[in-house]
């Protein structure tokens, strides 16, 4: 008998060996994966923009500012607060896809419906229970419905915003 190897992972899984549901879960976790490393990698690289254009802003802020009516001072302000929320946001998804990706590799199928459905609700369960950053619960930066918008996440936005509150008031106190 000849050994098939797994296409995707090539850990030396024998294909043969396998019945055909572990075969589906285990296409099923590859695509888990795929899409929660896709937005790991979107959600960084923006972080690194972010955080780019924060400390740009602090460092033309003395030309910046000399440069410049002391009415417009707000604008150099807005640009802090809002490249800071942006980043609190970032960040807070970012370390929720991160769980998912520590989650999806373990997953368990629950539920009812497709392999990858139950896939998804069994990973988006165990991840819903936790807390990042300690305090925050990870319902707040995940979509947990079919709306666009829901009111969980809305009261996520809402937290990154006092976050960028609270950076954007200490470059007025550290930069003013």
Known sequence: MEANYCPHCGAGVLVQ??????????????????SYNSH?????????????VLLTLFAMKGEFLQSISPER???????????SWAWWHLLCRH??????????IDAEPSGTGNTL???????????????????????????TTRKSV????????VICLILACFITLAAWILLG
């Open 17 to 34: 060996l396998m019945t055909a549901q572990e075969r589906e879960e285990l296409e099923c976790r590859k695509v888990l994966l795929d």
């Open 73 to 83: 001072f707000s604008l150099f302000y807005l640009g802090v607060f809002m490249a």
């Open 95 to 104: 370390l929720v896809y991160g769980l998912l990706v520590a989650y999806a």
């Open 150 to 157: 829901n009111f969980q996440m809305l009261c996520g936005y």
């Open 117 to 143: 459905t139950r896939m998804l609700i069994g990973t988006n369960g165990k991840v819903l229970k936790r807390r990042i950053l300690g305090v925050l619960p990870t319902c707040l930066f995940l979509s």
């Open 40 to 52: 790991l990698n979107i959600h960084g690289s923006l972080i690194i923009g972010f955080a780019v």
